[in-house]
């Protein structure tokens, strides 16, 4: 499974970029509303430090504007992938746009129905929000599971983007439901590699070098 962070904070991106772990980034316009800046400046940035695909998404509900924002887009960087959402003007932009051979995130999946026609419409991921699934008393991770195995069955070469992911647990469980990307927060990131034995470990071991070093000095 890919690990992706959704965001547009480019100082986030550099510094867990680094770490050697990173495929890919899925960014919304409320992420780049926080950032300040235009869509195009931070989009174009956050390609030339992480090589993977980047998603960036449509402001227009119409599919004729998706279609040119989408194109748009696309020519940022060779590894843009267009977002569009989960609605029939949706469906009707990744059809012409995968056409054209445009990679598409079709985001706002909250079903294995609404999945089956993202990968219809030529979809290149689709991404179900597990965390607001679970707001509204549903199995977000259920529905992960149900898609991937609706897209096995079928044949379906549309990849399962988990999105809303709230906590680490979320992440192992995208995994064991067998998603082929999980996209989080920087903090989720940063929790998944915390663990108090780790650390403690650390501190164990470098203490006993530092009094080994002291008894042989003495």
């Known amino acids: 499974m890919d690990l992706y962070l959704d965001t547009a904070e480019v100082s986030e991106i550099r510094e867990l970029a680094a770490w050697g772990v990173l495929s890919g980034v ?3 316009p409320s992420l780049v509303a926080k950032s300040g800046r235009s869509q195009a400046e931070v989009i174009q940035e956050i390609t030339s430090i992480v090589p993977g695909p980047i998603s ?3 402001l227009s509900t119409e599919p004729q504007g998706m279609i040119a924002e989408g194109r748009k887009l696309a020519k940022i960087a060779d590894n843009v992938v267009v977002k569009v959402p989960l609605i029939p003007s949706g469906l009707e932009a990744c059809s012409v746009l995968a056409s054209e051979g445009v990679n598409v995130n079709v985001t706002l999946c909250f ?3 609404q999945a089956i026609l993202a990968a219809q419409a030529g979809a290149w991921c689709v991404s179900p929000f597990i965390g607001r699934l679970d707001d509204i008393n549903e ?3 259920q529905t992960v599971r149900d898609i991937v195995e ?7 070469a549309t990849r399962v983007l988990a999105a809303s992911i709230r906590h680490s647990n ?3 469980q995208a995994a064991l439901a067998g998603a082929d990307i999980a996209t989080m927060p920087a903090k989720v990131l940063r929790m998944m590699v915390k663990h108090p034995l780790t650390e403690q470990g650390l501190e164990k071991f470098l203490a006993d070098y530092r009094k080994s070093q002291e008894e042989a000095e003495a």
């Open 26 to 28: 899925t960014t919304n």
């Open 56 to 58: 960036a998404e449509v």
């Open 111 to 113: 079903s294995a129905n």
């Open 139 to 141: 199995d977000g991770m």
């Open 150 to 156: 609706v897209y096995r069955v079928q044949g379906y």
């Open 170 to 172: 979320h992440v192992t």
